[in-house]
């Protein structure tokens, strides 16, 4: 499994198709159809050329540095080791192009949103692509293949790729709860919930926990039972991939202990799977993820245990690298960003509203 989190990097890179969007002639078909299709052929393509390789020389006589090469140099087809090895050296380029090409759109999206400072949106009036973006990504790049080596890089890029495909599941969960303001305002009027559930869902009934009501559109007082539900299950996951990836000795030590904890986790969480099957928005997509919430649950448990399966040394380096960007965050994006200014004007707009409604009254 160790194995399976660090060769995940050779996964990275599907993400890049969904930068695309301002590109797409129908992004919301053509990005879900490029994603799968590239995903599968890749696949393929690994998973054929490791079965040849390790069918060909035993694994542990291979070199984990060049393994092609060397099986070839091993057979005696230096022409081939030769033909393999130049590849490479372009595959290695053509790989930095591609993953150099979503990150300053990356980039420029944050800043125009205003999440990081909005001077790196701007575009170059020449070649029509933000310049800023791409400059400043191309010095981080430079830097990191400066401090780090090889392995710590693969180590940092699977353990960021688990964490973006954690949140994009965890996102999805959100996204397909939550309510627009006609079905939240109809179903509130015609059930009766009042504002103080919303504020107090926790002290609110098993039956708006489980829907027992059997509301059909999502509402507030769902959706936030939603987003807790799935905060508390993304902490139940967590404990539960660190217990069984890192909790081996204790198994022998405290066997007992270990065995009732985890069955604690496993049924909270479970629980917490139960309660997030609250009413669905009815939003027509091209394409939906199918079995919510069960396969961004699973999707959840996979990309935590693989992350947990990474070492002490990776961890540190990425909490660095996350308290960076949530000092960022923080201290600037979240006062500048686009939805934050529409937030501000929304509670000014209700301000003048009520004040014009009590002065009228």
């Known amino acids: 499994m160790a194995g399976a989190a660090k060769c ?6 599907f993400d890049a198709v969904a930068t695309t969007g301002e590109e797409a002639k129908n992004p919301q078909r053509d990005i879900p159809l490029a994603i799968v299709i590239s995903l599968s052929i890749i ?43 130049i590849g490479a050296v372009f595959a290695l380029c053509t790989s930095m192009l591609g993953a150099m090409f979503p990150l300053p759109r990356v980039l420029y999206a944050m800043a125009k949103d205003g999440i990081i400072f909005k001077q790196v949106a701007i575009v170059s009036k020449k070649t029509k692509t933000p310049i800023f973006a791409t400059i400043l990504s191309g010095l981080l790049s430079g830097i990191m293949a400066v401090l780090f080596d090889l ?5 940092m890029m699977s353990i960021g790729t688990l964490l973006a495909y954690t949140i994009v599941a965890i996102s999805v969960l959100l996204l397909r709860y939550e309510p627009s303001e006609e079905n939240s305002f109809a179903e509130n009027t015609t ?12 002290f609110a009934s098993l039956k ?18 939603v987003n807790w539900s799935i905060s508390l299950f993304s902490l139940f996951t967590g404990l539960f991939c660190a217990t069984v990836a890192n909790g081996r000795k204790l198994v022998f030590t405290e066997p007992l202990y270990i065995f009732a904890f985890i069955v604690t986790i496993i049924g909270m969480a479970v629980l917490m799977v139960i309660i997030i099957r609250q009413p669905k928005a009815e939003v027509e997509l091209s394409f939906k993820v199918p079995l919510v919430p069960y396969i961004p649950c699973l999707s959840v448990v996979f990309n935590l245990y693989l992350m947990f399966q990474l070492d002490l040394h990776t961890w540190i380096r990425f909490s660095v690298w996350l308290f960076i960007g949530f000092l960022i965050y ?32």
Do not use: C
Not at 191 to 202: L, P, Q, V
Not at 211 to 218: D, E, M, T, V
């Open 330 to 361: 923080f201290l600037y994006g979240i006062k500048n960003s686009e939805e934050s200014e529409k937030n501000q004007k929304a509670r000014q707009f209700k301000k003048e509203q009520f004040g014009k409604e009590t002065t009228s009254f």
């Open 43 to 85: 696949f393929g393509a690994y998973f054929a050329i490791s079965t040849v390789l390790t069918m060909a020389w035993p694994y542990y006589l291979q070199d984990p540095d060049a393994p092609f090469p060397f099986v070839f140099d091993a057979f005696g087809w230096t022409t081939i080791k030769w033909l393999v090895t």
């Open 8 to 13: 995940f990097y050779g996964f990275v890179g």
């Open 191 to 202: 059930k009766n919930f009042k504002d103080e559930t919303i504020e107090h869902f926790m």
């Open 208 to 225: 708006n926990l489980f829907n027992l009501h059997g509301i059909k559109y999502p509402t507030k007082e769902s959706s936030l039972i």
């Open 151 to 155: 392995e710590q890089l693969i180590d």
